[in-house]
């Protein structure tokens, strides 16, 4: 269950009779005005913007008595250097507008490829800050907006990470659309015969998380791979395959995971993952 308040998305995960209800604020994407580059710029520029670094895909945190926090940044506590025009290249830092607060704020994802200089990196993180492996963040960050906006963020590094060719015709493409896009810069077929100039949208893939209760209703089925930390375990997961419903997706999985044959499915809700 979705509804809008003051432009933020608020996200109700279970919503059946006798689940526990869990709300909170996304950020407002603003995709109504992300073709205007002027507004892009106003909003990277913004002396109230908020900035999360990433290194290898992993994110900066902050850990004090026990609890971890997204180690936002602000515009003054970057280097003026990563805020120059450069040519898009996999080598400079990607800006990715992950959206905006109830308040106006931007916030800002930046990406720094693996060969970033250790000075810049270092310089950013204080000393109760370090990059993290994103999977550890699952489960020890406490605000739940904040691992939204990390997985938003993360999800769409990783895919500019593997999209710098267009698949259609091979050449360069750069970011557009405050990261939400990116573009072939092979000219548009109308100005250049045998051009190209596609846009080229984020990969997403459906999966499904799936209870699987036993059917006296005090007992449900958890998995664990033999790699996970001691005492960590999850929901049986996995991935839609084409041409699946959902509901058949779920039996699938249980039997392929587990070996057990589910014969009632019954839908909660969604929620973003990454």
Not at 21 to 43: G, M, P, T
Not at 83 to 106: M, Q, W, Y
Not at 122 to 149: I, K, Q, R
């Amino acid at each position: 269950m979705t509804e809008s308040k003051r432009g933020i998305s608020t996200t109700a995960i279970g919503s059946l009779p006798g689940c526990a209800v869990v709300e909170f604020e996304v950020l407002d994407q603003v995709n109504n005005f992300r073709a205007d580059e002027a507004f892009l710029k106003s909003q990277l520029n913004s002396p109230k913007a908020k900035f999360v670094p990433f290194h290898k895909l992993q994110p900066l945190l902050r850990e004090r008595d026990g609890e971890r926090s997204v180690a936002w940044k602000s515009r003054d506590q970057l280097p003026e250097e990563l805020f120059k025009p450069t040519e898009h290249s996999a080598d400079a830092p990607l800006f990715i507008l992950i959206g905006r607060d109830h308040a106006g704020v931007p916030h800002h994802a930046v990406g720094f490829p693996r060969r970033s200089s250790s000075r810049v990196l270092s310089n950013l993180a204080a000393g109760d800050e370090s990059y993290v492996n994103f999977h550890s963040v699952l489960h020890g960050l406490s605000a739940p907006t904040d691992l939204w906006s990390l997985g938003t963020a993360r999800a769409l590094l990783q895919w500019h990470s593997k999209a710098c060719f267009c698949g259609s015709c091979g050449s360069a493409t750069v970011p557009t659309f405050g990261g939400f896009k990116r573009r072939c810069t092979n000219p548009i077929p109308k100005k250049e015969p045998g051009g190209c100039g596609i846009s080229h949208y984020p990969r997403t893939d459906p999966v499904v998380i799936t209870a699987v209760v036993h059917p006296d209703g005090r007992q449900m089925l958890l998995t664990r791979k033999k790699d996970w930390p001691a005492g960590v375990h999850s929901t049986v997961a996995g991935f839609m395959s084409p041409g699946e419903t959902i509901e058949q997706a779920v039996v699938r999985e249980v039997h392929e995971e587990t070996g057990i044959v589910i014969d009632r499915v019954q839908y909660l809700a969604t929620q973003p993952l990454a």
